[in-house]
């Protein structure tokens, strides 16, 4: 990893988020305004922060996560990717609101051409809060994207003092703070303000994958559609009718669909829609099931969460639409 100055050069790139969120009292948790402060504001509130890289910060959004969109992901990415290719840059950490920060890293993971450290911090209280978590989730961030450590190991996301693959991490909890968690275990912890990794994830990640986003002003429609006892046809044909160029199952158990559901999503299928079963347990690993899964051409979605596996399948429809090659994604990403 490139270091041009007696500390590593971080920059900070600020989403919005409850980690910049303002309350109108010191004990609110809640009801608060995402994205108030700019990120000035946050580099400032940690001074400690220049002890372990010479930092500056970039606004790239002000928005609650529950807002993000595919806009503001391609644009993240692509600034990621240009200031990665900078000498001088030596990591990047972004501050993110938690609602979506999984998904967010996910993208990155499979969008950013560089194995310089990566790593996406947030908070579950406002920064105006009594014991705001965010000021030492953004140092941490910051000592783990200046650490030799954090080279090619992928997005990583770092809260809690917990460190976690993109891949694996989602948010397990409403309100608590110790909400981020792997399935699949996490990465490392930040001892005392020191990176420690115990683990490491095998799958293809950022700095070697196949996803190049710099041409691209949009991604493929995709939406989700969840499982559950009573369902029927109605929100996969109307999928259909919107024009989606895959839909992702979120099955019961092992990827499990409604048969009423099921004739649609052949339906779907035959129409040249990508099916990808995926599961709503949380955890586990999607594998081949019913007979008539396969006949129709539904693919696995492996170990990946529903919302990953969207974000999976649309950037596979970027490169091609041939399930064969797509299904293989899911099981090298």
């Known amino acids: 990893m490139t270091c041009t100055a007696e500390k590593p050069n971080v920059i900070i790139l600020a989403t919005g988020g409850t980690i910049a969120g303002s309350a109108a009292d010191d004990t609110a948790t809640t009801g608060y305004q995402a994205g108030a402060l700019g990120v000035g504001v ?3 509130a940690v001074p400690e922060i220049k002890n372990y890289a010479s930092v500056r910060g970039e606004q790239i959004a002000s928005l609650d996560s529950k807002d993000m969109s595919d806009d503001v992901w391609l644009k993240l990415s692509k600034k990621v990717n240009e200031l990665l290719s900078q000498s001088d840059v030596d990591g990047i950490v972004i501050t993110h609101g938690t609602d979506t920060l999984e998904e967010t890293a996910y993208f990155l993971n499979l969008t950013v051409q560089s194995k310089k450290p990566v790593v996406i911090t947030g908070a579950m209280r406002p920064a105006t809060a009594i014991s705001a978590d965010g000021p030492m ?5 910051v000592r783990l994207a200046a ?6 190991r992928g997005v990583l996301v770092c809260l809690n003092d917990q460190i976690d693959s993109a891949r694996h991490v989602t948010k397990t909890h409403t ?9 699949l275990g996490p ?6 303000g020191k990176p420690t990794f115990y683990n490491r994830v095998d799958r293809r990640h950022a700095g070697e994958t ?5 041409a691209l002003t949009d991604l493929p429609y995709v939406k989700i559609i969840y499982g559950h006892a009573g369902d029927d046809a109605l929100f996969v044909d109307a999928a259909i009718q919107a024009g989606v160029r895959g839909l992702v199952y979120a099955g019961t158990g092992n990827g499990s669909i409604h048969q009423e559901a099921e004739a649609a999503l052949a339906r779907a299928a035959r129409a040249g829609i990508i099916v990808v079963r995926s599961t709503r347990t949380g955890s586990g690993t999607v594998i081949p099931a019913e007979q008539s899964y396969s006949e ?6 492996d170990s990946l969460p529903p919302q990953k596996c969207r974000i999976l399948l649309q950037l596979a429809l970027t490169r091609t639409t041939d399930r064969r090659q797509i299904q293989q994604m899911f099981y090298e990403y």
């Open 42 to 44: 946050l580099i400032n």
């Open 137 to 141: 989730n953004l140092l941490n961030a």
């Open 147 to 152: 650490s030799p450590l954090a080279f090619d």
């Open 175 to 183: 309100t608590s703070l110790d909400t981020f968690k792997s399935p």
């Open 187 to 192: 990465l490392g912890f930040m001892n005392d």
């Open 210 to 214: 196949e996803f190049e986003i710099g």
């Open 296 to 301: 129709a051409g539904f693919l696995e979605g």
